[in-house]
């Protein structure tokens, strides 16, 4: 469940496309989307995209016969001989997702960011070792150490002596 709803909420569609499919058809077309904006085009078997998506076969052959309905994508087969077929090719073609895939980020292949890193000069304050955690003997800066000294004691009044 947390997978299908983490492909389904990965905004790969456009809402007003999602909105005609189920959530979990909404994580297969997304995990297309992905195949397709990485290789232009997606050979996953259906195998494989139920497993990636959390999904069962029957909802993957749903959702893509229903996208393919709605002019959404086309699905190549190809077959190799008599019983046997290769991956199945799928691709977007409808002008709405195409745009929405394209406005997309796009992770940085190489380049970009912070070309060296910068530090700042910050000494780091060691309790055990530093100065400034010893008990200062000044009046100001010893308020919180009222009640370790003798010596240093106010007197309510303000009498000297």
Request: charged share 30%.
């Amino acid at each position: 469940m947390e997978r299908r709803r983490r492909w389904a909420a990965s905004g790969r569609l456009p809402p007003g496309l999602a909105a005609r499919f189920t959530l979990a058809e909404q994580a297969v077309l997304a995990l297309v989307a992905t195949e397709v904006a990485r290789r232009k085009d997606c050979r996953l078997s259906i195998e494989n995209m139920a497993a990636v998506t959390g999904v069962s076969r029957t909802t993957v052959k749903n959702a893509i016969r229903e996208a393919v309905r709605l002019g959404l994508l086309t699905v190549e087969e190809r077959q190799i001989t008599g019983f046997r077929n290769d991956t199945n090719v799928i691709r977007i073609i409808s002008r709405e997702w195409t745009a929405w895939l394209q406005l997309a980020r796009r992770p940085l292949l190489s380049g970009g960011g912070v070309k060296s890193a910068t530090t700042t000069h910050t000494q780091v304050l060691d309790l055990g070792e530093s100065e400034k955690t010893k008990p200062q003997k000044s009046c100001r800066r010893a308020a919180g150490d009222l009640d370790r000294s003798d010596r240093a004691r106010i007197r309510v009044g303000g009498g000297g002596g």
